[in-house]
């Protein structure tokens, strides 16, 4: 079982940045693959971010790309995104997710076992 506790989320003006972490309990790295989604208002759920559980690779939606960075802390259990040059589009309800299985996508929300409670990022404009 592992559970996933996301915070960092607030609002912020266009152009700011704000950093999500990803506190998960038991061990995660080396076992899941961590992805971050999102859900703007009145939208489905997306997908935003993954890094792969060897913690060298990472893919990310075109939306995001160049602008927001994902990294994990083996030592503190934590994965993190960063968030830079923020759109208002960008405001939605943050989740994280782990993964457990590697044949299933890591862009599909269905592939992923375990989910954080989610944390709200507003960008005003």
């Known amino acids: 079982q592992v559970q996933l506790v996301e915070s960092g989320g607030g609002l912020v003006q266009a152009g700011g940045s704000l950093r999500l972490s990803c506190a998960a309990s038991?061990?995660?790295?080396?076992?899941?693959?961590m992805g971050w989604f999102r859900q703007p208002p009145g939208k489905e759920r997306e997908f935003v971010a993954v890094?792969?559980?060897?913690?060298?690779?990472?893919n990310y939606a075109d939306s995001v790309k160049g602008r927001f960075t994902i990294s994990g802390d083996n030592a503190k259990n934590v994965v993190y995104l960063q968030m830079d040059s923020l759109k208002p589009e960008d405001t939605a309800v943050y989740y994280c997710?782990?993964?457990?299985?590697?044949?299933?996508?890591?862009?599909?929300?269905?592939?992923?076992?375990?989910w954080g409670q989610g944390t709200q990022v507003t960008v005003s404009s």
């Open positions: 038991g061990r995660t790295f080396n076992t899941y693959d």
């Open positions: 890094i792969r559980r060897n913690g060298d690779t990472t």
């Open positions: 997710a782990a993964k457990r299985f590697l044949f299933r996508s890591s862009y599909s929300q269905g592939a992923y076992d375990y």
